[in-house]
């Protein structure tokens, strides 16, 4: 009792934390039973009738394309930002100048802060049919023809890796250059004193060293192969139909089917089938990285 | 480091590379700058451009003329963004000060109920129909402040950890031997001794805030609710309906009269102005927290 009297502030400090946790995250996990149900928004998701058959809402055509695009954009982007991240924070670590670090540190990391909207009208200023500097300055210059970016599907996968690169690759970069930045400096004076060249010291002391670091940053992304940047896809594209095939991924799907075309219960289905994806993937990627390198498991 | 001609020339090719990486990140923010003190009539004929032909501040005076719907969203997205990262900061502090207590009862069961919360989820279909369905929360300012960004496990975890590491369990006993209370123990010791990464987890939270425009897109279709990143989303949403043909001639008369192209990426700059501003100063932050694995919002 004395025990309860003294820990009862506490647990009522602790307390708006855990309801919020309840609401916000625990009690939809038990939703996701609306995969199941021919939901409609006047009934909830419980008083629903139940769906016939059973995997009525996970028959949709849009299933093969929206997986694929998910998967391999995410592929692409976990290729092109870890490799050109790596290479960026192993140059921003070795450049001697301090106020030159800085400020190709601030300059990498800055569009990470950015938000979607503010990533779209970037884009649409590159990229509009009428007023885009593509179309309007650099095309002509080149002797092109102006293309009309938002609806030419086949453009897409390289603008989306490439803005994903220029808003994301700065996270991945700061997580190497402080991973670098924990390197014994005396190992890099002892190789440069026995006459390794730079390209050697790169090889075989700093990329080794960061090995933990990429395995950590690539299993998470993994993990989450899954799931999109809801932003990325549905806002840079500016949500055009004409490019959907290449540019509609779970979430936009998700989103779509319940706000734009009023179907919950597909909508609920593709978000099912996500998570349950998602949550059997941690549990592989751990188990795996616990066997190979048991510090850098998450759990 | 020695200085050999090697070295020299790796300083070199170190430089030009990240010159043109810095280049590259750079460069879209000079475009959309550039784009809102461009004359109207130069952007309409030449397009977008670095090097404008012709200069006018017509969009920043047009905002702050005609500005009362900008400004009122600019002001929603302040209020959320303070009162968000207060309830954040205080949510996430109290709740991880309890679970860095090391005797505290059931604290392995709690830890963990914090951290499934970063292993699964529901999804938006669960979400959305309880936070409409049960909570009611469609077009009030609550649908902008609640869903998703008032604490996340992650960064409750990451200050449960500072504190269990950087406050003594000595300095507990002390202080309640001193008649110090559970609420004063937080309020006088934890908070003060927290400060460093109570202000990186605030700042991301701050920022998941001011970014954010998909509780807006969910919850909110009036937009008195709305901030600047919503409002934003609408204006080229709708120029988008009107040149993809999808909108009638009724409404596309009514769209001329709405902020012209350079305005619209005035509107984007100022949006964006508060992030640029803090940023030579807060960097530091930014950069341990995703060193430490802290999330937006």
Redesign the interface.
Known sequence: MA??KY?A???M??L???I??F??????????I?AFKQ?N?AD??YGSPWADPWYKNFTTKDAFVITRNTILYNFAFILVNNIFGI??AI??S???SKA?KK????????????????V???V???L??????L???ILPMLGMEPVSW??TPEVWPVILVVVNF?KGV??GC??YI?AIAGIDKATYEAA?IDGA??FQIIRNITLPSLVPSIITLVMLSVSKIFFSD??LFY?VP?????VFSTTNTIDTY??RA??EQNN?SM??AA??Y??VV??AL?LAVNALVRRFSRENAL? | ??KTK??RR??L???C??TV??L???F??V??FM?SVTEENT??M?????FPQKFSLGAYQYIFQNGQKIFHAYGVTIFVTAAGTCINVL??S??A???S?KN??FRRI?TF???F?M????????????Y????HIKNTIFAML???L??S?VN?LLVRTYFANSIPDALYEAAEIDGA???RI?FQIALPLGKPILVTTGLFAA?GY?????NG??YVNQERYWGI?NL??KM??DV?AL??GLMSKQMAGMLSTMPS?SV??AI?FV??LP?LAV??FL?KY??EG??MGAVKG
């Open positions: 025990k309860l820990w502030p506490v647990f400090m602790m708006p934390g855990l919020y946790l609401i916000n995250n625990y009690i939809p996990m038990g939703g996701l609306a939901v928004f909830g998701i290479i960026i140059f921003i070795d450049v001697r030159a400020i190709y540190q601030s300059a990498v990391l800055f569009p990470f802060l950015m938000s979607m909207v503010i779209s009208y970037i649409f200023a590159l509009s049919n009428e007023n885009g500097m179309n309007k300055s938002y609806i220029w700065g996270y700061l997580i402080a440069q060249s730079r809801f932003g806002q500016q949500n055009s139909g004409a998700v989103y319940l706000l919950p909508s609920a978000g099912f996500q998570s998602w949550f941690v759990f | 480091m020695l090697e070295n790796y300083q090719l170190c430089n590379v990240l990486m810095t590259f990140m750079i879209p923010f475009l959309l784009s952007l309409i030449n397009g977008y451009s670095l949510m996430s109290m709740l000060f309890g679970l207590r505290l009862p709690l109920y914090v951290f919360t292993l699964f989820n529901g999804g938006l279909v669960p979400s959305y129909i309880m409409t369905g049960t909570f609640v869903p998703n008032l604490m496990g409750v209370g559970q609420a937080y920022l001011w970014n954010d425009w998909t897109l969910y990143q934003l989303n080229i949403s988008q040149t993809s192209v619209r990426m984007a949006a964006m992030v940023y030579p960097q930014f950069a995703i060193a």
